[in-house]
């Protein structure tokens, strides 16, 4: 039997199809970060997949080197987003912010682009707003249907955008969090969200930033959801293909660095703001000849692998039990680029019950509630969610008080 491979190679570039794509940074094959597997007494081989990213030197976006089939990755999910404090309270900060800046009245309509479980919409409705969400996993849009918000089980297109229009008429905003970067056209949901928006209407976005990633060498956000690594100058030039135009763009601290960018259909008269023209400013200064910007990049994601497994080979030696914190996805990308397993880190804990009882793709460590942490202490405890870092060593005081250590890997490597 012939099956189709859900992976390709991108040989032109996703965002203006140029060819002159160029390698780097090679993580290897590996499987895919969302995908916990049942504990397998058999050891089922688990598919992997070349991962890596290239830059276009035309358009400037940085992007995977092979994609993954969209229906493989987010047909089904187990990411839900309401299982972090720091991620409610952004939510309810990026709502605010949507309101305002589309002067938004009750009964105003406005449309969540991967809209998960509902965590952001919920902050629109409790203002009064219609909300619709879009989601393409049949498990979390029932999730969000069954909590009271409306969520249509689709990805996201010029196609879907027509089926909402047709139904629901033109929206006041359109808004998605790290979903522009997961697709691997990200021109067509551009398109599909100026087909949604109404004349003055806006398009908020977040997905982590290009900038972020190479400044705090974060290797382990790349993974096969995540397609596409963002700059202002590649959002631009993006959303200009799409007949929108950036107006501005407001740093996040969230997911180790995000940009918030709004964006207006281009016949719209607002101006781009003084803050987006100074930090596309910025960012041609710091990834000035980005080409060295991302070689020395490559070269310290490869130290971080050299001194985390050294420092993990060093604690054993001592005899210390090492666990980690947050099943993530990103934590996947470290483990498997780092090449650590179950001999090296017990287990992970993690408080969302969909991951629970799974083995982590690719390093089998088991998946465990958070209550493993008081009935079998470890010496060091991994955070791979080192993005909540705040919160989850404010939750875990108690374990730092009786002699524990948390092991910070991003940056740097290092005991906290
Ligand atoms: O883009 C993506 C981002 C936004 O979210 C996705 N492709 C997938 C996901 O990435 P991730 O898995 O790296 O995300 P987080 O938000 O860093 O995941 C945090 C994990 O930690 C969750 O599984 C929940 C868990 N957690 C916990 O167990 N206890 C988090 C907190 C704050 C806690 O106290």
Same mark, same amino acid.
């Given at each position: 039997?012939?099956?189709? !491979?859900?992976?390709?190679?991108?040989?032109? *570039?996703?965002?203006?199809?140029?060819?002159?794509?160029? &390698?780097?940074? @090679?993580?290897?094959?590996?499987?895919?970060?969302?995908?916990?597997?049942?504990?397998?007494?058999?050891?089922?081989? #688990?598919?992997?997949?070349?991962?890596?990213? +290239?830059?276009?030197?035309? *358009?400037?976006?940085? +992007?995977?080197?092979?994609?993954? @089939?969209?229906?493989? =990755?987010?047909?089904?999910?187990?990411?839900? &987003?309401?299982?972090s404090s720091t991620w409610v309270a952004h939510c309810a900060e990026l709502a605010a912010y949507v309101c305002a800046e589309a002067r938004l009245q009750p009964g105003d309509f406005v449309v969540e682009i991967g809209s998960n479980d509902g965590t952001l919409l919920r902050a629109f409705q409790t203002r009064g707003l219609r909300v619709l969400g879009v989601d393409p996993a049949a498990n979390i849009a029932a999730l969000a249907n069954a909590a009271g918000i409306p969520t249509l089980n689709r990805f996201f297109?010029?196609?879907? %955008?027509?089926?909402?229009?047709?139904?629901?008429?033109?929206a006041s905003a359109v808004v998605s969090t790290n979903v522009l970067a997961h697709v691997p056209d990200p021109v067509a949901v551009l398109r599909g969200v100026r087909g949604l928006l109404r004349p003055g209407g806006l398009y908020v976005n977040e997905s982590p930033s290009l900038g972020d990633l190479v400044r705090h060498t974060e290797f382990d956000t790349i993974y096969h959801e995540h397609v596409s690594y963002f700059s202002l100058q590649a959002l631009a030039n993006l959303l200009a293909r799409a007949d929108l135009r950036l107006?501005?763009?407001?740093?996040?601290?969230?997911?180790?660095? !995000?940009?918030?960018?709004?964006?207006?259909?281009?016949?719209?008269?607002?101006? %781009?703001?003084?803050?987006?023209? +100074?930090?596309?400013?910025?960012?041609?200064?710091?990834?000035?000849? /980005?080409?060295?910007?991302?070689?020395?990049?490559?070269?310290?994601?490869?130290?971080?692998? #050299?001194?985390?497994r050294a420092?993990?080979?060093?604690?054993?030696? /001592?005899?210390?039990?090492?666990? %980690?914190?947050?099943?993530?996805?990103?934590?996947? $990308?470290?483990l498997g680029?780092?090449?650590?397993?179950?001999?090296?880190?017990?287990?992970?804990? /993690?408080?969302?019950?969909?991951? +629970?009882? =799974?083995?982590?793709?690719? !390093?089998?460590? &088991?998946?465990?509630?958070?209550?493993? =942490? $008081? $009935? /079998?202490?470890? @010496?060091?405890?991994l955070l791979l969610a080192w993005n909540l870092a705040d919160e989850i060593r404010q939750q875990l005081a108690w374990f730092a008080e009786r002699g524990g250590a948390f092991l910070l890997p991003i940056p740097e490597p290092r005991l906290v």
């Open positions: 039997m012939i099956t189709e !491979s859900p992976v390709r190679a991108v040989e032109r *570039c996703l965002g203006c199809g140029s060819t002159a794509l160029e &390698p780097v940074l @090679d993580l290897g094959c590996q499987p895919l970060a969302n995908r916990f597997t049942r504990p397998d007494p058999l050891g089922a081989d #688990e598919p992997a997949f070349p991962l890596g990213i +290239q830059a276009c030197p035309d *358009c400037c976006l940085v +992007q995977l080197t092979h994609v993954v @089939d969209p229906a493989v =990755l987010f047909s089904a999910y187990l990411y839900v &987003p309401s299982a297109g010029v196609a879907t %955008a027509e089926e909402v229009l047709a139904e629901h008429g033109p107006v501005d763009a407001v740093p996040q601290a969230v997911h180790g660095g !995000s940009l918030r960018i709004v964006g207006v259909p281009s016949t719209s008269p607002r101006p %781009a703001s003084a803050g987006l023209r +100074q930090l596309l400013a910025e960012e041609q200064v710091a990834l000035r000849g /980005d080409r060295r910007a991302l070689r020395d990049f490559a070269r310290r994601t490869a130290a971080v692998r #050299e001194r985390l420092l993990l080979a060093r604690l054993r030696a /001592d005899g210390k039990r090492v666990a %980690a914190y947050g099943a993530t996805a990103k934590g996947n $990308t470290l680029y780092c090449g650590l397993t179950a001999a090296d880190i017990a287990y992970i804990v /993690d408080r969302n019950p969909l991951k +629970q009882g =799974l083995l982590a793709p690719g !390093s089998r460590i &088991p998946v465990v509630p958070p209550e493993r =942490l $008081t $009935t /079998d202490p470890p @010496d060091v405890l």
